[in-house]
């Protein structure tokens, strides 16, 4: 597996719009623009950061695993996403090692990425996510 770069941090806010307010104003970080995934029940907006990126992540519906995160857990980061260069290759390579997937085959992200999660009872209590774009 061939890891390119942490591709994005992922925050789960209640709104976009309020949280957008934190990244641009305070920290000084461009907004790239939002999006919604309709398939994972969330909107995403982006702020880059050199080669990578913050994504705000906020549930559009409220059965979404954004949703159920922020009434579990409240706001604030929700995964690590790693660009990989070859995603099948990688997630065959993690099932090989005994790490537990929820995504054994990629689906659509935002950006028009390819993305899986890794289980967070796999890596320490991380949830990880690769994209390959």
Not at 30 to 36: A, D, Q, R, V
Request: net charge negative; proline share 5%.
């Amino acid at each position: 597996m061939k890891i390119l770069r942490i591709d994005h941090l992922g925050v789960a806010v209640n709104s976009i719009e309020n949280g957008k307010n934190f990244w641009t104003d305070v920290m000084g970080l461009p907004f790239e623009g939002s999006e919604t995934v309709a398939e994972q029940k969330v909107t995403t907006a982006f702020f880059p950061v050199g080669e990578s990126e913050v994504e705000l992540l906020e549930a559009t519906a409220p059965d979404s695993p954004v949703a159920k995160y922020l009434e579990k857990k409240g706001e604030g980061i929700h995964h690590v996403a790693f660009g990989v260069e070859n995603i099948e290759q990688a997630l065959a390579e993690l099932k090989e090692k005994g790490i537990r997937l929820i995504d054994e085959k990629p689906r659509k992200g935002a950006g028009g990425a390819r993305i899986a999660f890794l289980h967070p009872k796999s890596t320490n209590g991380i949830l990880v996510e690769l994209c390959e774009k």
